[in-house]
């Protein structure tokens, strides 16, 4: 049965095995952590998987802003709390924060979700969602709402990949998070060390199938990083990048 619960919370620990080479969690792991609690959310309030096939809908990732003032370390336990701050009949923002066990906050997440209709692949009318309106929470989000990604102009670098089998998710396209690994794979494990990740923004445009060969262009000046990834004529996805 739907509840009103109009913030979701789950709690973690940040195992070693999750941790990348500075000993944190990765961007991406994050990543897949608030796609995990925005579904587990949706489920509680009745907007969830099962009830969206019922009208052969399927929830959509379409944009993301991450902002963190640190990541959560090696077996440092953390929370993430998420809530829905608006919604029409296109599409729901839903937010989230980062806290430490201490309850110190790390950082917030901003999301895009789009609904769509899984056979003609066309976006679905969300009007009829009556969870989402009784849960939208006045609970503010201190980060700037996403901005529009515009094409990059000159490449300073240009990478290249083929999809495989462990890219893709149970759409049959690229998974989310794996756009976000290619796209971060684009700067060396040195690079990375040195310089923290202020702001990750990224919007996905058109989807991506096993096999297929796609083109990743980034276009960088000091510290602010803008990169595509291209399949062909059309782009997969945009990102910006602000280093520290």
């Given amino acids: 049965m739907a509840q009103v619960v109009k913030e979701h919370v ?14 944190e969690m990765p961007l991406t792991l994050l ?101 989402l309106a009784i849960t939208v929470s006045d609970r ?13 102009g000159e490449p300073t670098h240009v990478g290249e990949y083929r999809f495989r089998y462990s890219d893709i998710d149970f759409n049959n396209h690229v998974n989310s998070v794996k756009y976000m690994e290619l796209l971060l794979n684009q700067w060396p494990l040195e690079y990375h060390q040195s310089h923290d990740i202020a702001r990750f923004e990224i919007a996905y445009l058109h989807e991506t199938h096993f096999d297929d060969e796609v083109k990743v262009n980034v276009a960088q000046v000091e510290n602010v990083a803008d990169a595509e990834i291209l399949n062909e004529n059309a782009v997969a996805c945009r990102c910006r990048v602000i280093f520290k």
């Fill in 10 to 23: 789950h709690h973690y620990v940040l195992n070693a095995s999750e941790s990348n080479a500075r000993r």
């Fill in 31 to 131: 990543a897949q952590r608030v796609i995990e609690i925005a579904t587990e959310h949706a489920d509680i309030i009745g907007v969830g998987f099962d009830v969206m096939m019922k009208d052969n809908l399927a929830w959509v990732l379409s944009r993301m802003s991450i902002e963190m003032n640190r990541m959560p370390r090696v077996r440092e336990e953390y929370s993430i709390t998420t809530w829905i701050e608006s919604y029409n009949r296109h599409y729901s923002e839903r937010n989230m924060e980062i806290t430490g066990a201490n309850g110190e906050v790390l950082g917030f997440v901003r999301t895009i979700w789009f609904a769509i209709d899984l056979n003609k692949r066309t976006p679905g009318d969300l009007s009829m969602l009556e969870s």
């Fill in 140 to 152: 503010p989000c201190p980060i700037e709402k996403q901005g529009r990604l515009r094409p990059i």
